[in-house]
Structures are given as C-alpha cells and as structure tokens.
C-alpha cells in the first residue's frame, strides 16, 4: 500500500501522494481557518491560551498522520 505521505521530488520534507494525504491537508487547512476565525476562548469562559492549544492540538494531529502514514519510497 502506497502511504498517504511521500517524500518531497525537489527540497527536504513530506508532499501528500494520494487523495488521503490531500485530504488531511485539507482538514488541517479548514480547521486552522475556523480556529482563527469563530473559536473566541472568551465566549464560552475559557482562558485565553485555549485558542493556541487548539491550533497546536491540531497541527501535532496533523504531524502525527504524516508519521503513520509515511511511505519512504523514492519519488518518481
């Protein structure tokens, strides 16, 4: 099975290789666009420092998709 992440064909570091890899890029996109746009900590009584644990929640998902489903071979 070919991995949702591959090695980038120029530079350093990971390019999406299927429609799952997209996928997840692009519930990573959306989900920091609604965390900056609609998520106000103060309005549903949350301290302030919510708002950057929700952004880092979801990059770490995003980091650890990338690690699991990695599939190392070379690009074509």
């Given amino acids: 099975m070919a991995g949702w992440f591959g090695p980038k064909r120029n530079g350093y570091g990971t390019e ?3 429609w799952q890899g997209w996928l997840a ?4 996109v959306g989900g920091a666009i609604l965390d900056a746009k609609f998520f106000d900590p103060g309005q549903f009584s949350l301290p302030a420092w919510t708002k950057s644990a929700v952004a880092g929640a979801l990059g770490l998902c995003f ?4 690690w699991l489903t990695y599939g190392g071979e070379a690009a074509d």
């Avoid at 980091?63 to 990338?66: G, R």
Wanted: charged content about 10%.
């Fill in 16 to 18: 999406p290789r299927g």
């Fill in 63 to 66: 980091l650890a998709t990338v």
């Fill in 25 to 28: 890029t692009v519930l990573l």
